[in-house]
């Protein structure tokens, strides 16, 4: 028998999947400034919704207010409601 | 206990705030009316006891939604300090104002301040997080 038979059940992860982290955090914001659009639009999707948490890796504390940011520049029509390919 | 309490609460009302207003004008505002819709809010601030700390107009901008039937608006970003009761009284002068579209005040925690401070002076705080 040949060595190279052996066979898994489940497949063996090949690669550890990269550790997400608070950018916030890592780069010492403070401050999440509703007005700086581009910068808030690394949180939200296409349509304008807000990333969850498990996608943008943000502590709760910046989720919070990147939520709050978010929901000003939404107020003063710096981002929109709602729409379709936003970037 | 309650007259110290009354006192502490006295003083509480002094304490000026940092706080930001940006306010959208319809945008068939001339330049001459918008400067003196600026100067005008500045000057009612003084009289209630606030101060300007910084102005930016930023001019023309088109919006992300319309509001008021209308896809562009003109801007105004103002950073001032004064009292917690100036911000009811700026609110009824805006709410009777028919240039302003909307406006918004926020208040700023000390983080804001420092951040807006930094940018003012041609920094940006992200940069400087980063290299130290």
Redesign the interface.
Known sequence: MAKNEIKYLTAIKQEKPKKKFCRFKK?????V???DIEFLKKFINEQGKMLPRRLSGNSLKYQRKVADAVK?A????????V?DLLK | MSTGKNQLFNQKIQVMNNYELMVIFTPVLSEDDFKSAQKKYQDFIKENGGDTVASNPWGLKSLAYPIDKKTTGIYWVLEFTGPATINEKLKVQFLRDEQIMRHMITKLDKYAVEYNHIKRNGGFPVHKAQEA
């Open positions: 780069y010492g914001i403070k401050y400034d509703y007005k000003k939404r107020q003063m029509a710096l981002l929109p409601y729409t």
